[in-house]
Structure formats: structure tokens, C-alpha cells
């Protein structure tokens, strides 16, 4: 299938890539979600950990037309191999943080992703409730992830050696 691009007046034909297995396009039955493409393309997966990308994505994949989930975090934790309640709370927080998901009462809401780009300086308007403005003088966000990680791997960790018996008194 061949389209038109237009680039500075003059028209240029550009060939759209096919698919290796023509025979097995997606099509949609029931249910459908999406990935905002923005999400990828505009930062707002920077500084995600694995498990909070990976979170977000279940809940897109499970959410409803209005990006609602009923799943429990211990079907969430089943899906994605969570051993210690801790960690899906973490990754929940985070996103909160970003505000790209809602959480209330055990139901979850996938939000249309914010209007500023987190690529894009603020405009002076103030912050989404819930979400904390980072200071210039805040630690490298690479950095604060991989505190958060450790902080996260120690605890479970811990939790691990307790269920052993080890660290009682």
C-alpha cells in the first residue's frame, strides 16, 4: 500500500511496511485497549521501573472503555510474579505520583495522559493533586530508582528471611 507524504510543497510516494503474516492481522472481538502512543514518544515511561511499566501496561491491557480495572493486587501479583505486597504498593505509588493511574477502594483507573509532556517544561501552572514538582536539586531520577530498588530488594530480603525464621528474637 503506497501513501502520500508532502514534505516542503513537493510530494513524496513512501511505501507503508506489510506485515510478515498478512493471514494473522489483529482484529478486535470484545473488549479492546490501547497504549497512547504518547506514552512511549513523550517520556512519560522515563524512570519507570520494570515492574511499574509492566504494572501499568497490565492495567491497560485489563481496563474497561473507561480505563477502569476490578482486578484484586493478588490476581495483579499472580500476573506479574509479585512475591511481596510491598512491591506492587510501590509500583501503584509511582504511578500515582506521574498521575497516569487513579486508585480508590481496590479499583484502579488508567488516566488520559496529562497535557504536559514530561519532556516539556510546565508552563506555570500548578501541579495535578497528588503530583510532587521535582527541584532542580533532587538526585538524578536514574539514581532515585535504583534507591528505591534497593530499598525494595532489602525489604523482600528481609520478608524472606523472616518466613525462614531468621532475624527473631
Known sequence: MMHSVKTGGTEM???RPQP???DRRRSIRGSFS???HR???EGFDEGLTRLEKLLYFVLVAVSNQDGVSFYSDARLSELMDI???HE???ARKE???RDLIAYERGIYQVL???ACSPRKPRESSPPPPGQVLRSSASPPRLRKNALRNAAADLESIKQLLEKCGWGRA
Open 39 to 41: 506514552f512511549l514518544r
Open 83 to 85: 512475591r511481596f505486597p
Open 88 to 90: 506492587l504498593d510501590g
Open 34 to 36: 490501547w497504549i497512547d
Open 13 to 15: 510516494r513512501k511505501s
Open 20 to 22: 510478515p503474516r498478512p
Open 95 to 97: 504511578l500515582m505520583a
Open 112 to 114: 488520559d495522559l496529562p
